[in-house]
């Protein structure tokens, strides 16, 4: 059988470790210190004595696996040996997916971004750090040229792209059940997502999509 690892970490990592797998899934609305202590296998009195409150416990939880998200998306994103557009690629659909398959963490970390403004916030300091990065890449991709992208090489602001391929991936995940209603993406669906993104870096890239970018291209 295999070992759980979880059990030899002290009790407050336990207990925090438990948080962040039930936030992976759930709102943190829908979490209880009942429920947080059955998965770490330890009694109410140790979450109350290592966290002064749920609150305290679910923001921590938060940060601690938003930190872990953003450096494993960063190595992807800066990954050496591979093409400008691959990085980028691999690193938004990474990113789309985890929004979608993580929506209780993700809408409390967006949350957690947007009520606090300034770069110097938890959640700025790590956006700020994406953007940078993503504005690296895609400084990269608008400057190779070459037969592969003939009219890659245009003059347009790195980081006005950086912000907009963000916007790009984030805003379909926001309203995910409005725009699949209306019939354009299904954003929760693998393949549509995935073609949603190759239409999105081809027009970065300042190339057409490699095939038409539509509703029956993006759902069908």
Known sequence: MKKDKTADL???????????KLLYGSHPRELTTRRIAGVAGVNIAAINYHFRSKDELIDEAVR???AAAFAMGMKVLRAPGKPAEE???????????????????????????????????????????????????????????GPDHPEAAHAQDSGAAALMVVSCV?????????????GLVDYEDDEARARYIDAALAALAGRRAASSYDKENLDG
Request: proline share 3%; no cysteine; hydrophobic share 45%.
């Open 10 to 20: 002290p009790t407050r990592g336990r207990i925090l470790d438990a948080t962040v």
């Open 64 to 66: 601690a696996a938003t």
């Open 87 to 145: 990085r980028l690629r691999s690193f938004l659909s990474g990113y789309a997916t985890g929004l979608v398959k993580l929506p209780g963490l993700t809408r409390n970390a967006w949350l957690g971004f947007f009520q606090k403004e300034g770069g110097e916030t938890f959640y700025g300091r790590f956006m700020k750090e994406m953007l940078e990065g993503i504005e690296e890449v895609v400084a990269e991709i608008q400057g190779a040229g």
């Open 170 to 182: 984030v805003f379909p995940f926001l309203v995910s059940r409005t725009i699949r209603d209306a």
